[in-house]
Structure formats: C-alpha cells, structure tokens
C-alpha cells in the first residue's frame, strides 16, 4: 500500500512537472506576439525602403586591398547594391496586406533626372523620411555605379528627393559630387540632412573617406546650408518632441576611434551641439566587453523624453541591439541610462557577442515599436531584414518580408503632432559676424581643478579638417604611429580671452571654425583641456557654457551672481605672438629655439640629439623623434592597462600637457635659459594635446623649410 502510494505520487509529481511544461510552452508561443489590439497601433499603412546592406568585402578592394566594412561607407553611393524602393505596406496588421511601390509611375520632374524614372533595378535608395502632415516622402537615392568604387560623380553619390504619398510630384533636391542623404523634415517645412558638403577627409582610413556633418535646405532644395562644423562624421538626424535636432556624432579629437559614439542634440540651426549621454564611457578594456560602441537612428519616443536607438557595432553597417536612451537618468559614464530590449540579440556588436539583427527603430510609445529584423541572425552578405512590431519586453511579430531584399526604415503612414519651431537664433545687434560665447564659471568641473589653482585665460584652439585622403599621408604628430592609421588633427591657436576673478569668461568667437578650450592658469600652461569640438555657425548669435566639463544635470547654485564678465561686452581673442602657432609647425615654433639654445649641449655629444638631421621615415626631423619619450601622450598616461583606443576620454585636470611632461618642468625650471617668449612656445606646443610636427597636411616639404603654410580648408 505505501509503494502504491509512492508510486502514485510520484505519478502525480510527473504529471505537475508536463503541466508546468505545456503552461511554460504556452506561454512562450503567446509571449512571442505582439499585442497588435493595443490603441498605439492606429494606423494600418507602414511607409518602407527596400535597401539591401552593401556585401562585407573584407580585403578584397581592388583599389586599396582594405576593408570597405566601416560605419561610414554603407552611405557612400557606389557602395548601393542595386535594387530596391519606396513602398507602402497596406493593411499592415491585418491578413489581407499588399504593397504599393510609390515610384512605380513617379517621373521627376526637375534636375538631372527631369523626364525620367528613378531606376529601381540598378539604383540604390536610402532613408526615407515623412512629413508631419503624411502627404509627402523625402528619401536619397544614387545610381550606385558599384563598379566605380573611390570614385565621387553624379552618378555615384546619393542625391535627396521628395514625392508625394502617391508617386506624384517626384523632384529632386540636390545633386552634385557629394553625399547627401539621412533627411529629415524640420518643424518648418525645411530639411536637415547629412552632406559631404563640409569637406575633409577621416583621419584613421588607408583610403578615400570623405567626412560628413549636418546640412539643412530649404523645402524646394535652395539655400543649402552648413551647419556643422563638427570635423569627423554624423550620421541619421531627426526632430525630437521639443523641436531639437538629434543624431549620431563621431567625437574623435584626441580620443581613441572607437570611444563610443553617441547621441549628441541641436536646435535646427545647429546651435549649440552637446552630447545627450555616454559621450565620456569609462574607458579601458572593460568597457569594449558588451557595451554600446555606436548609438545610431535615434528617434524620439512619443509622449516621452526618452529615445529609441540601435546599438551598433563601429566596424560594420546599422544594425545590432535595440536600446531606449534616458537623458534624465544622471549619466555615470556607464550603462544607467541605456536599456537594451532586445536581449535576443546575444548583446552589442563588436564589443560583445551581439549579432546584427535589428535595425531602423520607429517608437510608438515607450513599449512598442516598429523595427527592421532579421530573426536568422544572417551575416551582412545574406542580410534579410524585414518589418516587425517588438514590444519592450522582447516579444515580436512579423509584419512584412521580401526574401529577394533587405527592408528597413518602417514609418506609420498618419498625420502626427509637429513639435514647436524652436527659433532661429541670431547674432546680437551691431555684433561683427561672429558669434558669442559666455562661460559662467571655469571651475565649475565634474573632476575638479587642483588645489590652489587660478585660471587667468582661455586658449582658444582651431581645429583644421584633414585634407589628404590617407591617415598617415602625412604623419602630423606622434599619435599618427601610435595609434596606428589614427592620425590626430593638425591644430592652430587662435588666441586666449581673459577669464574674471569669479572664472566667468565673455568673448567673441569667429564663425564656421571647428573649436576647443583649454583653461589656462597664470604661468601660461593649461590645467584644463576640452577633447570635444565646439563652434558657431555665422550669424548664430550666442554660445553657453556653465562650466568646464560640469556634471550635465546640475545647475548653478541658487543666488549665485551674475557672471562678472557678462557686465562687459565681449572680450576679441588676443593673437597668440610665438611665430609657428597657427597652425602649429615644429619647424617654426620648436626648431628654431632648439637651435638657438639647445644644440650647444645636445648637439650629438648628449641626449636627446636636438639637431634637425636628415628627415627621418616618417617625416620628421630627428630633433621631433628624439623628443618623443620627454612629450605628454593621452595614452602613455594610462599604460600598461590601455592602449591609444582604450584611454579615459576626459581630460583629467592638471594631468596632461606641459604640466605632465618631462621637458617641460625642466625647462620652466631653467634648464636652457629660456626667455619667456621661448618658454611660452614649449608650453603651447606641449599643452597641444598631440605635439604636432606638421601644421598643415600639404606643403610638407615647405613646413620642412620653415615656411608659412595656411590651411587648405579652415
């Protein structure tokens, strides 16, 4: 009897455990759908591009051997694979969908292509947009040209165009040798887009990378119109729910290339761009395992101040995890303001096991949103991303696929609410053309100054976009062979502005400059250095700043006092005097002083050899290569455990420059018998950022000589 009791219980136990099986199976397959009844699915047509990812062609560029597999060139136009379109979805949730191809009729109506069809067979298209009211589709498309890879012509470079929801009035807006795509319609009426217009070139490729930023025009493509300065790349641009400009900025002066790159925010004139979070990551090995290494097609979250964004990986195309983005969680320089709901993707890309499978996020409330996915988690060669509904927690459903191509970029098909214009700024009456800046207070610092310290000045810095196509064409400082194909920027001081007693600071800035601050205490080194960019577009009017790197929620103290410098008018940059200074030329800022005072002694009879010698393999004097192991480098400061890509992006106060050289104390203290005006040299050159050998990337063997070269492009 108590066996047969045993048994049966034990009978009883195996039959509980089936149960909890078919319940868990039950609810997984119910948990896998999206919950399409809810009201936030108002709508039943769903606008889409049908756009293949360019193949990873690893190694086998016949022009340069090197990888085209790069964040940046999936929006160079010979890089479009060719097929694809504008469609519409109908009936989206429902079992009697279809698809309508907007451009099947559609002859434009203007330009280059005046008469005739955009050709869907051997073109490319990309980055539709759709207005507020839902009447009208912006998109880019190039003739792809796969064939001319390296080469920028009409017809192998995306060009912008608008049509109505029902293929009619196809017009083209712009044309020409550049780039330009990603739009995006403003609030009123006109068109923020990325465009190669800027001009520059990136600074870490073995090949052509042209760099782009934001653009806008108007509606009708007339008045384009820079406005940003930014020296490296943006990327996917759209309009938030107070009217702001948010997209994707590579921040890359004087930090590793692949520091994260995150959402930064501007008003629709480009004033005043800063980051929205995660642009400062702890770096270090740790933070390349599993975290966000691009933040990419941000899009604001209705009713809501968070973002939805795909987390990408640098060395790839746009696609990997989706994450929500939390600009009001305090940022830890970490992961507290970013969630990723899509945990089915294995983590982030490239610096984790995450795979390539989401793209192109659409937000329809803080829970459910429209996405491009590939569930097969296919390499990018056999990508087939098609249109699903996700919801926060994982769950998803179909809506849509095209086994022969890639679909992204789903947009409901609706009127929506239009944010408030935010108004165009502009320069203060009777100002010149350029801008103004206000600083309220320079020692107001997330890492605070050393004890004791008093900043008298700010040094103004110009950064010059690179102008020759290769990274190491030519080797400007020592970081273009420490970090590898990571050249830094050639650099020039424009000038310091006095700061008041209170660290307030109010001056004019010159317009359509790519910008950096360095706060400068009394003996002329710096303690403080930005390594961001900042500028003014012209007419733009005024620039803002609380602090120096101030924690990004917190605001002055109640009852502080007016800034002192805001009761004067602006303060004019004063030149800096050391011939060689702009832009920076070892050969006539350095050399000059080595050979006056220091080759006496360290003339080949005592290190370091400071005489020009013959030029050496990277282009230098030997004076610049023996001075190297006595020069401040970002990385050096953290070895052994980071290298150039890896170190803290934040400018530790008084730990960088002359101040943490080993040539500079010693001639401060004096060695060399230096007069001010030769001291101040070595303080600015070492206080750089990178000790620059050249100032300009052409005209090398005029720099050589010791002459004067201007930059190509400023």
Not at 105 to 113: D, Q
Not at 258 to 266: D, E, F, K, L
Not at 642 to 657: C, I, K, L, Q, S
Request: glycine fraction near 8%; proline fraction near 8%.
């Amino acid at each position: 009897m108590l066996r047969f009791k045993k048994i049966l219980a034990q009978l009883v136990i195996i039959v509980l455990i089936f149960s909890m099986i078919a319940v868990s199976n039950v609810s997984t397959v119910a948990a896998a759908n999206v919950n399409l009844n809810d009201p936030v699915f108002d709508f039943n047509r769903i606008l889409f591009v049908k756009h293949q990812p360019y193949p990873d062609n690893k190694g086998t560029n016949t022009l340069t051997g090197y990888s085209e597999q790069h964040m940046i060139d999936q929006y160079f136009g010979f890089n479009g694979v060719p097929g694809g379109g504008i469609f519409i979805l109908n009936n989206a949730f429902s079992g009697t969908k279809s698809v309508t191809n907007v451009l099947a009729n559609s002859v434009c109506t203007n330009g280059r292509y005046r008469g005739q069809k955009l050709n869907e067979s051997t073109g490319s298209f990309l980055s539709p947009d759709l207005s507020y009211d839902g009447k009208q589709i912006l998109f880019a498309y190039t003739d792809s040209q796969r064939n001319s890879w390296g080469v920028w012509n009409e017809r192998t470079t995306y060009h912008i165009f608008k049509v109505n929801i029902d293929g009619t009035g196809l017009t083209q807006l712009t044309d020409g040798k550049t780039n330009d795509f990603d739009p995006c319609w403003l609030p009123n009426g006109n068109i923020v887009y990325i465009s190669e217009k800027r001009g520059g070139y990136g600074r870490c490729h073995q090949r052509i990378v042209p760099d782009y930023t934001l653009t806008t025009m108007n509606p009708d493509g007339s008045n384009q119109r820079i406005i940003s300065y930014h020296e490296t790349n943006e990327w996917n641009p759209s309009v938030d729910n107070n009217g702001m400009v948010i997209y994707t900025r590579w921040d890359y002066v004087d930090r590793g290339a692949t520091h994260p790159h995150s959402g930064w925010i501007t008003t629709p004139d480009g004033l005043d761009a800063r980051p929205i979070a995660l642009n400062y990551p702890n770096s270090g090995a740790d933070w390349f395992r599993n975290k966000p290494l691009m933040t990419m097609s941000l899009r604001a979250i209705p009713d809501s101040n968070k973002y939805v964004a795909v987390a990408a990986p640098h060395h790839g195309q746009n696609f990997g995890s989706i994450i929500i983005v939390d600009p009001d969680i305090e940022d830890d320089d970490n992961l507290s303001c970013i969630k990723n709901i899509t945990p089915d993707n294995g983590g982030y890309p490239e610096s984790g096991n995450g795979s390539l499978d989401y793209a192109t996020p659409y937000a329809l409330s803080e829970k459910y949103f429209l996405v491009a996915h590939d569930p097969n988690k296919t390499s990018i060669n056999n990508k087939r991303t098609g249109i699903y509904a996700i919801d926060d927690s994982g769950n998803k459903t179909l809506l849509y696929n095209d086994s022969s191509i890639s679909c992204q970029d789903p947009i409901p098909v609706r009127a929506r609410t239009k944010p408030i214009e935010v108004t165009i700024s502009s320069a203060p009456a009777g100002s010149p053309p350029d801008g103004v800046v206000g600083l309220a207070n320079v020692y107001d610092s997330l890492l605070p100054m050393p004890q004791g310290t008093v900043i008298t000045q700010l040094r103004i810095w110009q950064v010059y976009p690179k102008t020759t196509p290769l990274a190491t064409n030519p080797k400007v400082s020592y970081e273009s062979t420490e970090s590898l194909w990571a050249g830094r920027n050639t650099r020039g001081v424009l000038g310091t502005v006095p700061v008041e007693s209170d660290g307030s600071a109010y001056f004019y800035l010159p317009a359509n400059k790519c910008v950096f601050f360095q706060a400068v205490a009394a003996d002329g080194t710096a303690v403080q250095s930005m390594r961001s960019d900042a500028f003014i577009v012209g007419g733009q009017g005024y620039l803002y700043c609380q602090g120096c790197h101030e924690p990004r929620h917190e605001a002055p103290p109640v009852g502080r006092a007016e800034p002192l410098a805001f009761h004067r008018a602006p303060s004019k940059i004063t030149p800096d005097p050391a011939p060689g200074s702009r832009p920076m030329s070892f050969p006539r800022l350095i050399q000059p002083v080595l050979d006056s005072k220091c080759i006496s002694c360290h003339g080949g009879n005592r290190t370091p050899d400071l005489r020009k010698g013959s030029v050496s393999s990277n282009g230098w004097f030997q004076s610049y290569e023996n001075l190297r192991p006595y020069v401040f480098l970002f990385d050096s400061l953290y070895a052994p455990n980071a290298n150039w890509d890896h170190v803290y992006p934040r400018t530790e106060p008084g730990r960088f420059g002359a101040k943490q050289s080993r040539l500079y104390p010693r001639l401060a203290g004096g060695h060399g018998n230096l007069t001010a005006a030769e001291l101040h040299r070595f303080a600015i050159w070492l206080d750089s950022g990178v000790a620059p050998f050249y100032g300009e990337y052409n005209n090398t063997s005029k720099q050589l000589n010791g002459e004067q070269v201007e930059p190509i492009l400023d």
